[in-house]
């Protein structure tokens, strides 16, 4: 796992869930051997993650230890 913050206008990496290019998103790729995920993306997956706790611990987001 990698995050490259260094502006890259080639598009050498592509998100593996929307498709979005490095070379046209407004913000970071993290990549890793075989799959990127965009900014956008993660941003989605945050509140999926969180939608879900919420939904299933009444909104108390304890950490499982
Ligand atoms: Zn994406």
Do not use: R
């Given at each position: 796992m990698?995050?490259?913050?260094a502006l890259?206008?080639?598009?050498?990496?592509?998100c593996t869930f929307c498709?979005?290019?490095?070379?046209?998103?407004?913000?970071?790729?993290?990549?890793?051997p075989g799959v990127n995920i965009c900014q956008e993306?993660?941003?989605?997956?945050?509140?999926l993650v969180f939608g879900h706790s919420a939904k299933?611990?009444?909104?108390?987001h304890r950490e499982a230890h």
């Open positions: 990698s995050v490259n913050t890259n206008n080639q598009p050498t990496h592509q498709g979005i290019t490095n070379a046209t998103l407004k913000g970071v790729m993290i990549s890793d993306c993660v941003l989605l997956c945050v509140d299933h611990e009444g909104g108390d």
